[in-house]
């Protein structure tokens, strides 16, 4: 059974840097692609950034590219995903997922999620 763990949410405020990890345990971690997605209040989950499995290739929305970067370590099971630069627009419920799949532009989500952490960044 996969588990997904995230951590490092939190309050801060616009301009701000938060660092989110996800330690990933009972499954094929380092053969699978990883993502984040969010949801605000009162909106759809969406993607926000994608890592394949060997950590070089990296695919992020619009809305968070040059200000968000997402990393993974194989050996300790664990997906990262750095973000700078906050805006308030950033304020949501961050899941990490495995398995993420591209469809054209966008991705859908794989079979399993973290139980997300929340990030609100004030102005």
């Known amino acids: 059974q996969v588990q997904l763990v995230e951590s490092g949410g939190g309050s801060v405020q616009a301009g701000g840097s938060l660092r989110l990890s996800c330690a990933a345990s009972?499954?094929?971690?380092?053969?699978?692609?990883m993502g984040w997605f969010r949801q605000a209040p009162g909106k759809d989950r969406e993607f926000v950034a994608v890592i394949d499995f060997t950590g070089f290739r990296t695919w992020y929305a619009d809305s968070v590219k040059g200000r968000f970067t997402i990393s993974r370590d194989n050996p300790k099971n664990t997906v990262y995903l750095q973000m700078n630069s906050l805006k308030p627009e950033d304020t949501a419920v961050y899941y990490c997922?495995?398995?993420?799949?591209?469809?054209?532009?966008?991705?859908?989500?794989?079979?399993?999620w973290g139980q997300g952490t929340q990030v609100t960044v004030s102005s």
């Open positions: 009972g499954g094929t971690f380092s053969v699978n692609g």
């Open positions: 997922n495995q398995g993420p799949r591209r469809v054209g532009i966008d991705f859908t989500a794989g079979a399993y």
